[in-house]
């Protein structure tokens, strides 16, 4: 059974950063796209950032410029690296991997971390 595990968010003041890590562990072939989403009570959860197995990346327009999204292939981690903090990123941040479970022939499985708070406030 496939875990995803993130850790890192907590309470940061306006203008602070965080770096927010998710390891993949158990038994799965690879790791396709990997991904930070985050959601507010009372919204849909909305993508913050995402990277392919290749390294590609792409952002949402509000966190472009001050969030980098990296990962570490050998270790099944993907990083958030959040900077610049705004009171309106606080949100519960949810780590996500889509992931061959078999061979290349499995079609992806979407798989979700359990979420870490970051509350950005003075």
């Known amino acids: 059974q496939v875990q995803l595990v993130e850790s890192g968010g907590g309470l940061v003041q306006p203008g602070g950063s965080l770096r927010l890590s998710c390891v993949v562990s158990g038994s799965m072939f690879v790791i396709e796209g990997m991904g930070w989403y985050r959601q507010t009570p009372g919204k849909e959860r909305e993508l913050v950032a995402a990277i392919t197995r290749a390294g590609s990346t792409n952002y949402a327009d509000s966190v472009k410029g001050r969030f980098t999204i990296s990962r570490d292939n050998g270790k099944n981690t993907v990083y958030l690296q959040m900077t610049s903090l705004k009171p309106d990123d606080t949100a519960v941040y949810y780590c996500?991997?889509?992931?061959?479970?078999?061979?290349?022939?499995?079609?992806?499985?979407?798989?979700w971390g359990q979420g870490t708070q970051v509350t950005v406030s003075s």
């Open positions: 996500n991997a889509a992931i061959r479970l078999q061979s290349f022939y499995s079609p992806a499985t979407e798989c």
